[in-house]
């Protein structure tokens, strides 16, 4: 099994479709969470971090349930911009600040 | 500006041949990690390091080799025993801070084709 997991998709929806991305990770001591965004051959770019308490940036929404450990992002109003692959991202805890990946979700948002 | 970067953006190796990518930040950060990329993969951690003279193998480390001496620089040598590099390399650094969300901000990353 690996240690952060993602659906692979594609998700294809609908502009101004509402999309949920979850991701489970199996450490349960992970201290810390990003989703990051990536375009077709481009770096990773962080899209927001993931407090336990939720928090929302704009049209996106993310999610953490420590007990169950998954994180979630929601996207509201998608917009063709938003088409790109979604990073799951945890930290191992320790002193090590080591940032384990998923594999990352592909959102095709559709005009 | 602030930022990370990587050299060089695409790079051709023969088979046989070593080759080193560079990656450069003036971020003033402590952390420093290098990802290889496949297609329709996530990222898989090479090696990483967390203080100058010093570095640890990530979990796909055999076949690569790095140095520390320099804060602001991580290269990463591809060996010839790496037997499938082609590859998106990616490197990254973050601060360093226990109990803290520390994000990693990355270059633009180097494509590794070998011909």
């Known amino acids: 099994r690996k240690e952060v997991e993602q659906d692979p998709g594609p998700f294809n929806v609908p502009e101004g479709a509402t999309v949920a991305f979850n991701c489970t990770y199996s450490n349960s001591a992970s201290q810390s969470f990003f989703w990051y965004r990536q375009d077709c051959r481009k770096e990773p770019k962080l899209l927001m971090s993931v407090y336990s308490s939720g928090n929302e940036d704009g049209r996106f929404t993310a999610q953490l349930n420590r007990a169950s450990q998954y994180i979630s992002l929601l996207i509201r109003d998608s917009k063709l911009s938003d088409s790109a692959t979604y990073l799951c991202v945890v930290n191992r805890g320790g002193a090590t600040n080591k940032l384990i990946f998923g594999t990352g979700t592909l959102l095709a948002v559709q005009p | 500006d602030g930022g990370i970067t990587q050299s060089p953006k695409y790079l051709f190796r023969k088979e046989g041949q070593n080759v080193t990518l560079s990656c450069e930040q003036n971020?003033?950060?402590?952390?420093m990690y290098w990802y290889r990329q496949d297609p329709g993969q996530g990222l898989r951690l090479i090696y990483y390091?967390?203080?100058?003279?010093?570095?640890q193998k990530g979990d796909i480390a055999e076949g690569y080799s790095v140095s520390r001496e320099k804060k602001e620089s991580f290269p990463l040598t591809v060996t010839s025993a790496q037997k499938n590099p082609t590859a998106f390399y990616l490197c990254?650094?973050?601060?360093?801070?226990?109990?803290?969300?520390?994000?990693?901000?990355f270059g633009q990353g180097t494509r590794l084709t070998v011909v």
């Open positions: 971020l003033n950060h402590d952390a």
């Open positions: 390091s967390q203080i100058v003279n010093d570095f």
């Open positions: 990254a650094s973050s601060i360093l801070r226990v109990g803290v969300n520390t994000e990693a901000f």
